[in-house]
């Protein structure tokens, strides 16, 4: 009888990864042609890695400043690559944990793991056809809003206008932060009509495509209900779903808080009222693996960039575009350490009791995240002793949550740093979800159990 499972070596989990690695080794031959730079040279390999690393896993950090080093090629490989890796994170993250609780036939689970390959049956392909509907909807609409602030504010001829404005909308729908001023935004920190969009478009691609998905056929049934004349369904939200509202919503207005009152007579000293609380709430915002800045935390407070690594660390949704740990993963540590202070045998989450198996997996990813950190400190703190630790510690945080925010000090790090930066960043971007995808689909079953011994804790 012949096997018609696949290897292990080529899971879902698998799959991904090398597709991502695929993708950064395209973007970076592409970036190093003559074509690619605005004086036409080529790009030294060092920076076009990094480049096509950072734009891939939809972090921002730059060596050269994508506004003048790349020429329109570039500037178009680097948004391809923004595009086709929250594409990518969005489509195969969802249906993946689509294929854990489910949802999608075993015969199936083969088939859709694989960036690019056909999709099987109407589920998946309705699923394929959400996310691209919902994923260029948000975009056009953001460009569209800033095409016309640029062109009429600006005074951008109308071609130059739409350009840029495409390339922030992707770039910040995607969670990127890549812009096309050598400052990123600092210029337009004035402008609500440029950061509000963006910061939109930032969180809602940092939800991530399942609760995206959930929140259009709700608003759905309750628009065909109301027209027909039907009840309304009364049915909850999802556990992941109000999870990622509710801890989104937290760290925006905590954040904004924090900044604030941080930095009122910081960087935000100078800057009239209501700019003060756009740039407050703005730089609340882009901690959420954002990338775009509209002040220099080059001048920030150590607490501020300290409060910033927390919420970079954190993250975003899952199966988004956003990076980190993800909130519910932090949700589940948080009411895993609740119950325990009260005694709790389980888990409970809004009046939902949480299988253990999820609260060992958050602590396994949270426990990654850390060592992945730490040992990208010691390496940048031993290759580029010069920097200081706050600096050294943002910059780390940065690249493994994939935010891609920086305090300047990117384009001056040695080599082996930036080598370790990509790595972060690839290991960011695809090692919770191929950590996770891993435990999840691990079939080991033992007929016995260990004698149990309880050590002593604390």
């Known amino acids: 009888?012949?096997?018609?499972?696949?290897?292990?070596?080529?899971?879902?989990?698998?799959?991904?990864?090398?597709?991502?690695?695929?993708?950064?080794?395209?973007?970076?031959?592409?970036?190093?042609?003559?074509?690619?730079?605005?004086?036409?040279?080529?790009?030294?390999?060092?920076?076009?890695?990094?480049?096509?690393?950072?734009?891939?896993?939809?972090?921002?950090?730059?060596?050269?400043d994508p506004g003048s080093h790349w020429s329109i090629f570039g500037q178009l490989v680097v948004l391809a690559l923004i595009q086709m890796g929250g594409?990518?994170?969005?489509?195969?993250?969802?249906?993946?944990?689509?294929?854990?609780?489910?949802?999608?036939?075993?015969?199936?689970?083969?088939?859709?793991?694989?960036?690019?390959?056909?999709?099987?049956?109407?589920?998946?392909?309705?699923?394929?056809?959400?996310?691209?509907?919902?994923?260029?909807?948000?975009?056009?609409?953001?460009?569209?809003?800033?095409?016309v602030r640029f062109a009429t504010t600006y005074d951008m001829p109308l071609g130059r206008a739409a350009y840029e404005g495409v390339f922030h909308a992707i770039s910040g729908f995607n969670n990127a932060g890549f812009g096309l001023r050598p400052d990123s935004l600092i210029s337009y920190n004035h402008d609500g009509w440029i950061l509000?969009?963006?910061a939109g478009a930032l969180m809602i691609g940092g939800l991530g495509y399942p609760v995206l998905a959930e929140l259009v056929r709700r608003g759905r049934e309750r628009v065909r209900g109301r027209l027909k004349g039907t009840p309304v369904s009364s049915r909850r939200l999802s556990i992941t779903t109000r999870m990622t509202l509710k801890g989104t919503a937290f760290l925006v207005v905590s954040a904004t808080l924090l900044v604030a009152m941080l930095e009122w007579r910081g960087f935000l000293s100078g800057m009239p009222l209501g700019v003060k609380w756009l740039n407050a709430f703005f730089s609340g915002v882009t901690p959420r693996t954002a990338g775009f800045n509209s002040i220099d935390y080059a001048n920030a407070h150590p607490i501020t960039l300290m409060v910033t690594d927390i919420y970079m660390f954190i993250g975003g949704g899952s199966a988004g575009t956003a990076g980190g740990i993800k909130l519910t993963t932090a949700t589940v540590l948080l009411a895993a350490m609740t119950a325990e202070f009260r005694g709790r045998a389980s888990t409970t989450v809004g009046h939902r009791s949480l299988p253990k198996g999820v609260v060992r997996q958050a602590m396994?990813?949270?426990?990654?995240?850390?060592?992945?950190?730490?040992?990208?400190?010691?390496?940048?703190?031993?290759?580029?002793?010069?920097?200081?630790?706050?600096?050294?510690?943002?910059?780390?945080?940065?690249?493994?949550?994939?935010?891609?925010?920086?305090?300047?000090?990117?384009?001056?790090?040695?080599t082996p740093s930036q080598l370790a930066l990509c790595l972060l960043m690839y290991l960011g971007r695809i090692g919770p979800f191929t950590l996770v995808a891993a435990l999840a689909l691990r079939n080991v079953s033992r007929r016995?159990?260990?004698?149990?011994?309880?050590?002593?804790?604390?």
Not at 97 to 117: C, D, F, I, P, Y
Not at 382 to 402: G, K, L, M, R, W
Not at 448 to 458: L, N, V
């Open 1 to 64: 009888m012949s096997n018609t499972t696949s290897p292990r070596w080529f899971g879902p989990a698998q799959l991904t990864a090398l597709g991502f690695l695929a993708l950064i080794l395209s973007g970076t031959a592409l970036l190093t042609l003559p074509v690619a730079s605005a004086d036409g040279t080529s790009t030294a390999p060092m920076s076009a890695l990094f480049t096509a690393t950072s734009a891939t896993t939809l972090t921002g950090l730059v060596t050269e």
């Open 87 to 147: 594409l990518g994170i969005m489509s195969i993250t969802s249906l993946t944990g689509m294929l854990l609780t489910g949802r999608v036939k075993l015969r199936a689970r083969n088939s859709t793991a694989a960036e690019g390959r056909p999709m099987l049956e109407g589920g998946v392909k309705r699923t394929l056809l959400a996310t691209l509907l919902l994923t260029f909807f948000f975009e056009a609409l953001v460009a569209v809003i800033l095409c």
């Open 196 to 198: 509000i969009p963006l």
């Open 364 to 414: 396994t990813v949270a426990a990654a995240g850390l060592g992945a950190v730490t040992l990208g400190v010691a390496v940048l703190r031993i290759c580029d002793p010069q920097f200081t630790a706050d600096q050294v510690n943002f910059e780390v945080i940065s690249a493994f949550a994939t935010t891609g925010l920086s305090t300047g000090i990117t384009a001056d790090l040695s």
């Open 448 to 458: 016995f159990d260990y004698p149990t011994e309880r050590p002593f804790i604390g």
